[in-house]
T-cell receptor, first 112, second 114 residues
Framework: GNSVTQMEGPVTLSEEAFLTINCTYTATGYPSLFWYVQYPGEGLQLLLKATKADDKGSNKGFEATYRKETTSFHLEKGSVQVSDSAVYFCGGGSGNTGKLIFGQGTTLQVKP | EAGVAQSPRYKIIEKRQSVAFWCNPISGHATLYWYQQILGQGPKLLIQFQNNGVVDDSQLPKDRFSAERLKGVDSTLKIQPAKLEDSAVYLC???FGQGYTEQYFGPGTRLTVT
């Protein structure tokens, strides 16, 4: 079945450091891919998405490119801020019902 | 626009007791999802509704979990009887329609079973 694997955390960075959170997926076909963010005490929010190979999703300085050849959708940000501290979830569509399969989440802590 | 509402936010019960969670999706959203998020894991889909019909409940432990969306708007998820391993955050999400559109999540209900 479909699955999503993302790098384990926690990831601890200093403010203005470069961020990469790896995500790879296994699926039949080429599903849409998503990154969701969960701030403390809040629900998941869509951060960015890509619906086909070579698409780049971007939002709030975060980017991720849908790489079909490596089945990856790594999340990057050039300069993180303390306010980016949260849990990040990579997700992929499964089937044609809108069902999402999520990775286990990566906790990011940014220190001033 | 109002977001997805869930209640209660927190619940503590003893094993073998029953519990119910409520979700009110964003107005006009036909598709509603219930996810279970165990600590340290990503959300796992329990059940998906399209209006008041079930689209996918393959991961719902039907011997103890039940869910309904009678009027195609708000939904209730019930656990009876609860087990220790049911301790998790239960998330409700909604979308306008099926397919890979953005899912809007509620804040979740944190259940602790002792």
């Amino acid at each position: 079945g479909n699955s999503v694997t993302q790098m384990e955390g926690p990831v601890t960075l200093s403010e203005e450091a470069f961020l990469t959170i790896n995500c790879t997926y296994t699926a039949t076909g080429y599903p849409s891919l998503f990154w969701y963010v969960q701030y403390p005490g809040e629900g998941l929010q869509l951060l960015l998405k890509a619906t086909k190979a070579d698409d780049k999703g971007s939002n709030k300085g975060f980017e991720a490119t849908y790489r079909k050849e490596t089945t990856s959708f790594h999340l990057e940000k050039g300069s993180v801020q303390v306010s980016d501290s949260a849990v990040y979830f990579c997700g992929g569509g499964s089937g044609n019902t809108g069902k999402l399969i999520f990775g286990q989440g990566t906790t990011l802590q940014v220190k001033p | 626009e109002a977001g997805v509402a869930q209640s209660p936010r927190y619940k503590i019960i003893e094993k073998r007791q029953s519990v119910a969670f409520w979700c009110n999706p964003i107005s006009g959203h036909a598709t509603l999802y219930w996810y279970q998020q165990i600590l340290g894991q990503g959300p796992k889909l329990l059940i998906q509704f399209q209006n008041n019909g079930v689209v996918d409940d393959s991961q719902l432990p039907k011997d103890r979990f039940s869910a309904e969306r009678l009027k195609g708007v708000d939904s209730t998820l019930k656990i009876q009887p609860a087990k220790l391993e049911d301790s998790a955050v239960y998330l409700c999400a909604s979308t306008f329609g099926q397919g890979y559109t953005e899912q809007y999540f509620g804040p979740g209900t944190r259940l602790t079973v002792t």
